[in-house]
Structures are given as C-alpha cells and as structure tokens.
C-alpha cells in the first residue's frame, strides 16, 4: 500500500555547513543566516496591540463552582497590553528587580500570563515556579531552595486554599504575597486585582525603553534530577532570537493567524518560553488546556480539541498517545483537531512507532494524508529551540539540523559524541552559580549540553543528527562494555507499547543489564482484576507477566550482545515521584535519581531475591 502524503508544509533549513576542527571536534552550523529579531518581546506585544487589538491573545474557561470548567474567558491584545502597563507600574511602585524578581506559585492562568508581561514591561525578572513544589511536595525543600537562590520582593498564587500552606510554611513573612482569591490566615496579602488597578504612569515607558537583550526576563530552573534546581539566567536577547530562529526553521508559524491548544506547563521551556513565547512574537491565540496527559485530566484536553481547532500542536508522547487512542473511535475529535492543523511536534521523550501508526491512521481515514509530525533538541540553556527535522519523514530519534544562528560543536567522547551550543539563544549561565556556570562551558565558550547525536546518514550531513543518549547516564558493565542507555531505553518503551511509561536501566558495574519499568495504567485493564486491587497485585498477575515476558522475548531475539540485552527485568508498582526527584511535573523520569533512591530494588533485581523476576526464555534455557 502507498503511504499518503503529507499536508503541505515547509521545512526553513536544509542545507547545513560541517568544518573539521581538532582532532575529534567537528562543527555544524545552518547554511541559512538569522534574520534581524527585535531588541525585546515587548516590542512584539505593543505591535499586536496596535496592529491587531481586538484579536484574542490568550483564553482560559472559566472555572465553575462545581470544580468543573465553562465558557472561554478571552484576553485581547489591547486587554493584554493595558494590562501588563498597570501591572509593571506596580512592580516599579515596589522597587522590584533582578535582584528581588516576582515568583510565580501557581500554574498556567490568564492572571500569570498578564503578570509576566507586566514583569518584562517593567524590566522585573519573573520566576514561573513548578505548583508541585507547592502543592505536592510533603517538605517544600524545592521551594525552599527556589525563593533562597532567587530572594523574591514578592510571590503571587492564584488560590489561597491551595498554596496557602506552602506560603505560610516557606515564604518568609516580610515578602509581599498577592492572590488572585481568597486570604491565608494570620498573613497579610495583596489582591491581585490591586495590580490591575495601578494608575500607569510615565515611568512605565521609560522603564521598558531601559530594558534591552542584555535584560534579564526570566529565570527558569532545571528540574533538579540530579542536584537541587539551577536557575537558568533567561534574557531578551535569547528569548528573541530563538524565536526568529523557530520562525524561519518552521515557515509554517507565520502561514495563517497562529492558534495554540496549549496544556504544557509555563515553568518549563517548552510551555514556557517555546509556546508562549510564540504566541507573542507572531501575534497569536493561545487557549489554556487545564487538562493534562493522565487518566485524570486527559477528558479536559479532549474536550477543548473538539472545539478549538489549533493550527500547530505541540504535546509530549504521553499526550499524543492518548489522543491517538482517542481519535480511533472519537469523530467530532478526528474532524476538529484535523481540520487546519499544519504540524504536529512532540518532545520530552522518546516516542514509540505505534503512537505513530496510529495517528498516521486515524489521519488518512479522516482527511486523506498525513499530518508532519515534527520533534528536535533543545533545553533550559537553549532557550529551548535549537536542533530540527528537516523534513517530513522523521523517525523515533531523529533530531535535524541546528537552528539558524546556532553554532554546534560536536566533540567525540569516549565512543559518543556530544553536541554543544554556542549562539545568541544560548543562556549566559546560572544565577548566583558562578561555579555551575562555569563547569558548564567549554574553552570556546560553548555550552556542554550532555546529550550524544549521530548523523542520520553518515554520507548525508543534510539529513542532520539523530539522539544517541545522554552521555551521564551511560555506563559501563563489568566487562568494560558500555550500555548506550537512550537508545535502549526507546527500543523498550516502543516494544512495551502501550503498558511501558518509562524504563530506568540497570547494571553499572554488573556483569548484566536490568530494566525496571513503570508501567502505564492500561496494565489494569490487562490483568482483569478489579480497579480496587493494589498495584502490586495487578503487576503479579498471570495476563500482566505474560505481557512483559512476551516483549522481554523479543527483546532478546534482536539483542546483538550483552550491552543491548535486557537479562532482567521488573515492574515497579510505586511511580517515581517528584520529592525524590525522580521525576519532573512534566512526566520526565531521571535515571540517576531512580536508581539512588531505588538501591535497594536494584541490588534485589541483579540478586534474584525479587519477588517476581522476568527473564528471556532463551537466556534462562542457556
């Protein structure tokens, strides 16, 4: 059978530069020069409000009384503009800076959108803080570290009733708090609508006019999976600039009036900066998803994307899984989401080929070709864009080529290779870590990013890169052979499809590689057994075990030798979490973390002693 066609779209960057330098080090850059950006986002902002300012820039449905949400809520351009101006003369009433930015609590909202342009109209650094810090944390240790490294003049959440004990627990009583809602006893707040109400003056002008690429914007921090978090120093210059480098690497942003569904989380870069600040720069509409990509908040996300139909969609594997599944059966889903989307993108993780399969399905059945899914590499330090497909026939792994104005440098590494960055998108280092900073650049002045690629096609350089690990968290076994874990792990999760959220790889120093896997909530449904019954229980059953033996088997017929072949395996029944840092509150798992705090399973997996082992039939018949 031939595979559809793709919806048309194009591709900015084809054709890449390679210089050799030392021996070992290569560098790759775009034959595409960048184009002039402007000096600040706000520039952008003010043009929409003038060009466009009845245009919707940002949405939220309301929330109900029942916990349940309503009509859209909609934020124009002028709205948004006005906003921000009363907002900074606020903060400039309050002497804020760099040096006593504004944290931001809570999660993605109309109110945390307004304050955020109100902080880069005013030239007030901000800090988008996880809600699980808050809200899931049991010791707020994150958050702790969070308001010491940053010394905020002032914290906002949206709900007293949710973050009030993390305010009251952690947040030193002279900082000024405002709420969106609501009043936490025994603490003095400011209501947000006060901020609202701050007649502007001319000292709202001349501060924006002050702030320049060198100004910082934002600190953003990593999520901490291996150390406490470090805040990432995000300027203008680097937000602007990444921006026009995404813009000419995907054409497709500026090809009608861009319209986002958007769920990911404003702490991190994607949500963050990637996505929001896209909306911005090419006059946008984003609608705020409250859903989520989990059993629990999944339905939301669904609901919007029958109704608002987004010209581009970005989501993380988890998300495109589910709608995936969705789409199968779902026809106001199939026609809505389909109807002028352009490109899918996912990032975050690796994505299994059966997701893949099926949305590609679910596509030619409702519009008759194929809808590009996109992916690339990038990170808190790259402000994130900074590697992208090249063309429409991505596989799982492939990562492109680097983004205009970018300049990588690829330095072989004990049989790896690393990609590092050096451009205008790149960040300057970590506030008040000159150490971390510096550990973290080469003698060019290159950021060392950890990650491994490989070319595509070695006789292409076009084609661009493809992901080949992360170098910390390969290892070697007792034999000295080392265990590319990236890629190994991506060939579990894809054969495990759909009951393998994540795989953390065991072995260092062993004579055998292990897997421990986090399986997804579908395993329920495979057992057969009640929706009550323990996770333990449900992973010990007879249709589960026979499951991941099934996949283990396969697994061992395509093994090449012992660094590729998982010898056993186990299914762990309590998620990672997020005190621990084992995993980020957008889903990402941390190898190390698992294995630190997990030592004990580990040394029981390689021991035999586990309750319950699976091992390949062949490997046990040998």
């Not at 973050?163 to 400011?190: C, H, M, N, P, Y």
């Not at 989990?294 to 339905?299: E, N, S």
């Not at 792990?489 to 790889?505: F, N, S, T």
């Not at 990672?576 to 705090?597: F, M």
Request: hydrophobic share 45%.
């Amino acid at each position: 059978m031939t595979e559809a066609k793709f919806r048309a779209m194009t591709f900015g960057v084809t054709r890449v530069v390679v210089q050799d330098g030392a021996p070992g080090v290569h560098y790759l850059r775009a034959e595409q020069a960048l184009k002039d950006y402007p000096q600040r986002m706000t520039d952008r902002l003010q043009r929409w409000a003038k060009e466009a300012p009845d245009r919707t820039f940002i949405a939220r449905r309301a929330r109900l009384a029942d916990g349940k949400t309503g009509d859209w809520v909609k934020v124009s351009y002028a709205q948004a503009w006005d906003a921000a101006r009363s907002i900074a003369q606020a903060l400039i009433n309050r002497h804020l800076s760099d040096q006593h930015p504004v944290v931001i609590l809570s999660g993605n909202d109309l109110e945390h959108a307004m304050l955020s342009l109100g902080c880069l109209v005013a030239g007030v650094p901000f800090v988008p803080t996880s809600p699980a810090y808050s809200l899931l944390s049991q010791d707020y240790d994150k958050l702790r570290h969070v308001l010491k490294t940053v010394t905020p003049g002032l914290v906002f959440a949206a709900d007293a009733a949710l973050f009030g004990k993390a305010i009251t627990t952690a947040v030193d009583a002279r900082i000024e708090v405002v709420l969106t809602s609501g009043q936490i006893e025994g603490r003095s707040s400011t209501a947000f609508a006060d901020l609202l109400a701050t007649p502007v003056t001319e000292q709202v002008d001349a501060a924006m006019q002050a702030t320049g690429p060198d100004t910082i914007t934002k600190f953003l921090f990593t999520s901490g999976s291996t150390k406490l978090p470090k805040a990432v120093i995000n300027t203008q210059r680097m937000w602007c600039a990444n921006q026009q480098q995404m813009a000419q690497s995907m054409p497709v942003l500026a090809d009608e009036p861009l319209v986002l569904v958007d769920w990911l989380p404003w702490n991190h870069t994607f949500g963050g900066n990637h996505n929001f600040g896209m909306v911005v720069y090419h006059g946008g509409t984003l609608y705020i998803d409250d859903g989520k990509p989990t059993p629990t908040h999944m339905a939301e996300t669904l609901r919007n994307l029958r109704e608002i139909a987004p010209t581009v969609y970005f989501n993380v594997p988890t998300g495109f899984e589910a709608i995936a599944n969705a789409m199968q059966n779902d026809d106001q889903l199939r026609k809505n989401l389909l109807s002028r989307v352009k490109m899918f993108f996912y990032a975050g993780a690796a994505m299994a080929q059966p997701i893949w399969d099926s949305l590609f399905a679910s596509e030619e059945r409702e519009i008759g070709e194929r809808i590009v899914m996109a992916t690339g590499l990038g990170m808190t330090e790259s402000g994130p864009f900074a590697i992208f497909v090249t063309n429409p026939n991505v596989k799982a792994g492939d990562l492109g080529v680097p983004a205009p104005g970018m300049e990588l440098k690829l330095v072989d590494m004990d049989g790896k290779t690393e990609v590092r960055y050096r451009g205008p998108n790149i960040t300057p280092g970590y506030w008040r870590s000159p150490y971390e900073t510096a550990e973290h650049f080469d003698e060019e002045g290159y950021f060392c990013s950890g990650d491994a690629v490989k070319w595509i096609d070695e006789t292409d350089v076009h084609q661009g890169l493809k992901f080949d690990g992360r170098i910390a968290e390969d290892f070697k076994l007792a034999t000295g052979t080392f265990v590319s874990v990236g890629p190994l792990r991506a060939k579990i999760i894809a054969a495990g499809a759909p009951y393998i959220q994540d795989v953390v790889l065991t072995g260092i120093n062993l004579k055998e590689v292990g897997a421990m896997v986090f399986p997804t909530p579908a395993v329920r449904a495979l057992s057969g057994l009640s929706a009550t019954m323990p996770m333990a229980d449900v992973l010990a059953s007879a249709p589960v075990l026979a499951q991941f033996q099934k996949v283990l088997d396969q697994l061992d017929e395509a093994a090449t030798g012992s660094a590729s072949r998982i010898a056993r395996m186990c299914l762990l029944a309590e998620p990672p979490t997020l005190d621990r840092g084992e995993v980020t509150d957008k889903g990402s798992i941390n190898q190390r973390a698992v294995l630190t705090h997990r030592a004990e399973t580990v040394a029981a997996l390689h021991d035999d002693t586990l309750h319950t082992i699976l091992k390949p039939r062949q490997l046990v018949a040998a």
